[in-house]
Protein backbone atom coordinates (compact mmCIF):
# COMPACT_ATOMS: atom_id res chain seq x y z
CA UNK A 1 0.00 0.00 0.00
CA UNK A 2 2.92 2.52 0.95
CA UNK A 3 4.44 1.95 -2.38
CA UNK A 4 1.41 2.58 -4.55
CA UNK A 5 1.22 6.03 -2.36
CA UNK A 6 4.84 6.98 -3.87
CA UNK A 7 4.41 5.22 -7.03
CA UNK A 8 1.18 7.55 -7.18
CA UNK A 9 2.95 10.56 -6.25
CA UNK A 10 5.65 9.92 -9.13
CA UNK A 11 3.06 9.15 -11.68
CA UNK A 12 2.03 12.75 -11.19
CA UNK A 13 5.22 14.35 -12.19
CA UNK A 14 5.15 12.93 -15.50
CA UNK A 15 1.34 13.64 -16.23
CA UNK A 16 0.55 16.28 -18.80
CA UNK A 17 0.25 19.72 -17.03
CA UNK A 18 -3.22 20.92 -16.23
CA UNK A 19 -1.89 24.67 -16.12
CA UNK A 20 -2.69 27.26 -18.65
CA UNK A 21 -0.69 26.35 -21.74
CA UNK A 22 -1.16 29.27 -23.74
CA UNK A 23 1.91 31.25 -25.43
CA UNK A 24 0.07 34.54 -25.04
CA UNK A 25 -0.46 34.27 -21.21
CA UNK A 26 2.60 35.35 -18.97
CA UNK A 27 3.42 32.58 -16.08
CA UNK A 28 2.28 32.92 -13.00
CA UNK A 29 3.28 31.19 -10.21
CA UNK A 30 1.27 28.11 -8.85
CA UNK A 31 0.54 27.91 -4.57
CA UNK A 32 0.74 23.91 -4.20
CA UNK A 33 -0.20 23.66 -0.71
CA UNK A 34 -1.66 26.14 1.66
CA UNK A 35 0.87 26.12 4.07
CA UNK A 36 4.97 25.16 5.17
CA UNK A 37 2.82 22.31 7.13
CA UNK A 38 0.90 19.21 6.25
CA UNK A 39 0.59 16.77 8.92
CA UNK A 40 3.87 14.91 9.35
CA UNK A 41 5.68 16.14 6.17
CA UNK A 42 6.64 19.91 5.26
CA UNK A 43 6.17 21.13 1.90
CA UNK A 44 7.79 23.42 -0.52
CA UNK A 45 5.69 26.21 0.62
CA UNK A 46 6.88 29.57 2.23
CA UNK A 47 5.86 32.58 3.61
CA UNK A 48 6.06 35.58 1.77
CA UNK A 49 9.04 38.52 2.51
CA UNK A 50 8.03 40.08 5.60
CA UNK A 51 5.06 37.99 6.45
CA UNK A 52 5.95 35.83 10.24
CA UNK A 53 3.53 32.39 10.52
CA UNK A 54 3.05 30.93 14.53
CA UNK A 55 2.18 27.43 14.18
CA UNK A 56 1.04 25.11 16.86
CA UNK A 57 0.89 21.69 16.23
CA UNK A 58 -0.09 19.14 18.87
CA UNK A 59 0.02 15.51 18.79
CA UNK A 60 -2.26 13.25 21.37
CA UNK A 61 -2.03 10.06 22.79
CA UNK A 62 -2.60 6.82 21.20
CA UNK A 63 -6.78 6.34 20.42
CA UNK A 64 -6.91 2.36 20.95
CA UNK A 65 -4.38 -0.26 21.90
CA UNK A 66 -3.08 -0.69 25.56
CA UNK A 67 -2.43 2.97 26.49
CA UNK A 68 -5.75 4.13 24.70
CA UNK A 69 -9.34 3.38 24.86
CA UNK A 70 -12.26 5.17 26.87
CA UNK A 71 -9.89 5.05 29.83
CA UNK A 72 -7.74 7.91 28.27
CA UNK A 73 -10.69 9.29 26.43
CA UNK A 74 -9.23 7.74 23.31
CA UNK A 75 -5.86 9.53 23.61
CA UNK A 76 -7.07 12.96 24.37
CA UNK A 77 -6.32 13.09 28.14
CA UNK A 78 -2.72 12.94 27.29
CA UNK A 79 0.01 14.91 25.14
CA UNK A 80 2.51 13.23 23.60
CA UNK A 81 4.29 16.05 21.83
CA UNK A 82 3.72 19.53 21.40
CA UNK A 83 5.39 22.19 19.00
CA UNK A 84 5.52 26.00 18.78
CA UNK A 85 7.01 27.23 15.86
CA UNK A 86 7.55 30.81 13.90
CA UNK A 87 8.33 30.90 10.06
CA UNK A 88 9.71 34.46 8.70
CA UNK A 89 9.88 35.45 4.78
CA UNK A 90 13.29 36.97 5.01
CA UNK A 91 12.55 37.21 1.23
CA UNK A 92 10.28 35.45 -0.61
CA UNK A 93 12.59 32.73 -1.51
CA UNK A 94 14.42 32.22 2.21
CA UNK A 95 12.57 31.73 5.15
CA UNK A 96 14.04 31.44 8.69
CA UNK A 97 12.44 29.11 11.21
CA UNK A 98 12.77 29.04 14.81
CA UNK A 99 10.50 26.56 17.33
CA UNK A 100 10.80 24.42 20.45
CA UNK A 101 9.23 21.14 21.03
CA UNK A 102 8.53 19.31 24.19
CA UNK A 103 9.98 15.90 22.79
CA UNK A 104 7.67 11.89 23.30
CA UNK A 105 10.08 9.96 23.82
CA UNK A 106 13.44 10.29 26.07
CA UNK A 107 14.99 13.30 24.26
CA UNK A 108 12.91 16.33 25.18
CA UNK A 109 12.83 20.09 25.45
CA UNK A 110 14.05 20.48 21.82
CA UNK A 111 14.82 23.45 20.22
CA UNK A 112 14.50 23.80 16.14
CA UNK A 113 16.23 26.11 14.15
CA UNK A 114 16.17 25.94 10.81
CA UNK A 115 16.11 27.54 6.86
CA UNK A 116 13.74 27.11 3.55
CA UNK A 117 15.27 28.05 0.35
CA UNK A 118 12.60 27.97 -2.71
CA UNK A 119 15.05 26.73 -5.40
CA UNK A 120 12.34 26.84 -8.11
CA UNK A 121 8.76 27.60 -8.00
CA UNK A 122 5.90 25.84 -10.39
CA UNK A 123 4.22 28.68 -12.94
CA UNK A 124 1.62 27.95 -15.89
CA UNK A 125 2.26 27.25 -19.06
CA UNK A 126 4.61 24.49 -17.81
CA UNK A 127 8.16 26.56 -17.80
CA UNK A 128 8.65 25.44 -14.55
CA UNK A 129 6.42 21.94 -14.03
CA UNK A 130 7.28 21.68 -10.34
CA UNK A 131 8.39 23.47 -7.40
CA UNK A 132 11.92 23.16 -5.46
CA UNK A 133 12.73 23.44 -1.91
CA UNK A 134 15.31 22.66 0.32
CA UNK A 135 15.10 22.41 3.80
CA UNK A 136 18.02 22.30 6.40
CA UNK A 137 17.44 22.30 10.39
CA UNK A 138 19.53 21.91 13.68
CA UNK A 139 17.78 20.98 16.91
CA UNK A 140 19.43 20.61 20.00
CA UNK A 141 18.02 18.95 23.64
CA UNK A 142 18.38 21.51 26.64
CA UNK A 143 17.23 18.76 28.35
CA UNK A 144 19.41 17.06 31.86
CA UNK A 145 21.31 14.44 31.03
CA UNK A 146 20.67 10.61 31.77
CA UNK A 147 23.40 8.62 33.71
CA UNK A 148 22.50 5.09 31.89
CA UNK A 149 24.95 5.07 28.79
CA UNK A 150 22.12 3.12 27.06
CA UNK A 151 19.68 5.57 26.58
CA UNK A 152 19.01 8.17 23.50
CA UNK A 153 19.34 11.25 26.24
CA UNK A 154 22.63 10.13 27.84
CA UNK A 155 24.44 13.26 26.68
CA UNK A 156 28.15 13.09 27.25
CA UNK A 157 28.57 16.60 26.05
CA UNK A 158 27.49 18.86 24.05
CA UNK A 159 27.34 17.40 20.53
CA UNK A 160 25.83 14.65 21.41
CA UNK A 161 22.57 16.74 21.77
CA UNK A 162 22.63 17.87 18.55
CA UNK A 163 20.38 16.40 15.60
CA UNK A 164 20.08 17.89 11.92
CA UNK A 165 18.18 17.40 8.68
CA UNK A 166 17.64 18.33 5.45
CA UNK A 167 15.45 17.69 3.01
CA UNK A 168 15.02 18.24 -0.49
CA UNK A 169 11.20 18.75 -1.39
CA UNK A 170 9.89 18.24 -5.13
CA UNK A 171 6.04 18.92 -5.88
CA UNK A 172 3.55 19.77 -8.35
CA UNK A 173 0.11 20.84 -8.77
CA UNK A 174 -1.96 19.35 -11.70
CA UNK A 175 -5.46 21.07 -11.49
CA UNK A 176 -6.63 21.04 -7.86
CA UNK A 177 -4.77 17.96 -6.62
CA UNK A 178 -1.47 18.03 -5.24
CA UNK A 179 1.64 15.66 -5.13
CA UNK A 180 5.31 15.88 -3.42
CA UNK A 181 8.22 14.08 -2.60
CA UNK A 182 10.37 14.54 0.31
CA UNK A 183 14.09 12.84 0.21
CA UNK A 184 15.32 13.28 3.24
CA UNK A 185 18.56 12.90 5.42
CA UNK A 186 19.19 12.91 9.49
CA UNK A 187 21.71 12.94 11.28
CA UNK A 188 22.34 12.53 15.45
CA UNK A 189 25.33 13.32 16.41
CA UNK A 190 24.88 10.73 19.40
CA UNK A 191 23.05 7.11 19.40
CA UNK A 192 22.74 4.24 21.53
CA UNK A 193 24.05 0.54 20.45
CA UNK A 194 22.73 -0.99 17.80
CA UNK A 195 21.08 2.88 16.05
CA UNK A 196 22.92 4.41 13.38
CA UNK A 197 23.71 7.60 13.33
CA UNK A 198 22.63 8.48 9.21
CA UNK A 199 19.69 7.62 7.87
CA UNK A 200 17.80 8.11 4.74
CA UNK A 201 14.14 8.45 4.18
CA UNK A 202 11.40 9.02 1.72
CA UNK A 203 8.18 11.16 2.19
CA UNK A 204 5.44 12.01 0.03
CA UNK A 205 2.35 13.73 0.35
CA UNK A 206 -0.85 14.58 -1.40
CA UNK A 207 -3.94 16.92 -1.01
CA UNK A 208 -7.20 16.49 -2.39
CA UNK A 209 -9.85 19.28 -2.93
CA UNK A 210 -13.29 18.26 -1.46
CA UNK A 211 -15.39 21.30 -1.44
CA UNK A 212 -14.47 24.75 -1.36
CA UNK A 213 -12.01 25.68 1.76
CA UNK A 214 -12.22 21.67 2.73
CA UNK A 215 -9.50 19.19 1.78
CA UNK A 216 -8.06 15.75 2.71
CA UNK A 217 -4.06 15.58 3.38
CA UNK A 218 -1.85 12.28 3.07
CA UNK A 219 1.72 11.60 3.90
CA UNK A 220 4.08 8.76 4.54
CA UNK A 221 7.86 8.73 5.62
CA UNK A 222 9.68 5.30 4.76
CA UNK A 223 13.21 4.97 6.89
CA UNK A 224 15.47 3.15 5.06
CA UNK A 225 17.65 1.59 8.04
CA UNK A 226 20.89 -1.47 7.59
CA UNK A 227 19.63 -5.18 7.92
CA UNK A 228 21.91 -5.05 11.16
CA UNK A 229 19.85 -1.76 12.92
CA UNK A 230 16.49 -3.74 12.21
CA UNK A 231 17.57 -7.36 13.71
CA UNK A 232 19.21 -5.98 16.51
CA UNK A 233 15.89 -3.63 18.04
CA UNK A 234 14.08 -6.55 16.93
CA UNK A 235 16.10 -9.04 19.29
CA UNK A 236 14.85 -5.88 21.80
CA UNK A 237 11.14 -6.22 20.86
CA UNK A 238 11.69 -3.03 19.34
CA UNK A 239 9.99 -2.93 15.42
CA UNK A 240 9.97 0.48 13.61
CA UNK A 241 7.16 1.76 11.51
CA UNK A 242 6.60 4.15 8.75
CA UNK A 243 4.98 7.49 9.60
CA UNK A 244 1.39 7.70 7.89
CA UNK A 245 -0.83 10.44 8.33
CA UNK A 246 -4.54 11.52 7.07
CA UNK A 247 -6.12 14.04 7.60
CA UNK A 248 -8.76 17.26 7.12
CA UNK A 249 -7.37 20.74 5.85
CA UNK A 250 -9.35 23.68 6.46
CA UNK A 251 -8.25 27.14 4.74
CA UNK A 252 -9.62 30.43 6.37
CA UNK A 253 -8.41 33.87 5.79
CA UNK A 254 -5.31 33.71 7.82
CA UNK A 255 -5.61 30.87 9.04
CA UNK A 256 -5.15 27.28 8.21
CA UNK A 257 -6.08 24.10 10.36
CA UNK A 258 -5.49 20.53 9.82
CA UNK A 259 -6.92 17.77 11.67
CA UNK A 260 -4.56 14.58 11.88
CA UNK A 261 -4.36 11.16 12.59
CA UNK A 262 -0.73 9.59 12.80
CA UNK A 263 1.08 7.06 14.24
CA UNK A 264 4.32 9.31 14.61
CA UNK A 265 4.17 10.11 18.18
CA UNK A 266 6.98 13.05 17.61
CA UNK A 267 6.45 15.73 15.25
CA UNK A 268 10.20 17.11 14.09
CA UNK A 269 12.04 15.39 11.34
CA UNK A 270 14.70 14.62 13.60
CA UNK A 271 12.78 12.33 15.54
CA UNK A 272 10.07 10.58 13.88
CA UNK A 273 12.16 9.86 11.39
CA UNK A 274 14.33 7.25 13.72
CA UNK A 275 12.21 6.82 16.48
CA UNK A 276 8.43 5.94 14.81
CA UNK A 277 7.61 2.62 17.03
CA UNK A 278 3.86 2.50 16.96
CA UNK A 279 1.83 0.95 14.63
CA UNK A 280 -1.75 1.49 13.17
CA UNK A 281 -3.11 -2.12 13.27
CA UNK A 282 -2.45 -2.02 17.03
CA UNK A 283 -4.28 0.94 17.36
CA UNK A 284 -1.60 3.42 18.33
CA UNK A 285 -2.48 6.01 16.38
CA UNK A 286 -3.28 9.48 17.66
CA UNK A 287 -5.50 12.66 17.11
CA UNK A 288 -3.36 15.28 16.69
CA UNK A 289 -3.58 19.22 15.13
CA UNK A 290 -1.97 22.01 13.34
CA UNK A 291 -2.94 25.50 13.30
CA UNK A 292 -1.01 28.58 11.66
CA UNK A 293 -1.41 32.09 11.52
CA UNK A 294 0.05 34.35 9.19
CA UNK A 295 0.89 38.11 10.74
CA UNK A 296 1.73 40.41 7.36
CA UNK A 297 4.08 43.18 7.91
CA UNK A 298 4.34 43.84 4.19
CA UNK A 299 1.02 43.50 1.27
CA UNK A 300 2.10 40.75 -0.87
CA UNK A 301 -0.72 39.00 -3.19
CA UNK A 302 -1.17 35.34 -2.85
CA UNK A 303 -3.35 32.69 -4.72
Not at 6 to 29: I, K, N
Not at 70 to 92: C, E, H, M, P, W
Not at 134 to 145: E, H, R, T
Amino acid sequence: MRYRFFFACLLGFYSSPAQDTSSYAPARPVWIFASPKLINARTVELVPKGTLEFSVTHNFGDIGGTLGGAKTFFGLDNATDVRIGFQYGLSDRINLIAARAKGASLVQQLYETGLAWRIMQQATGNKKPFSLTLFANNVISGMKAAANPEQDNSFGNFSDRLSQAVQLMIARRMGKVSLQLSPTWVHRNYVVTGDENNLFALGAAIRLPVKGRFNLIADYFHTFRSRESIDFYKSQGIRFYGALGVGAELVTEGHVFHLNFTNATEILENRFIPRTITNWGDGQFRWGFTITREFRFRKKERN
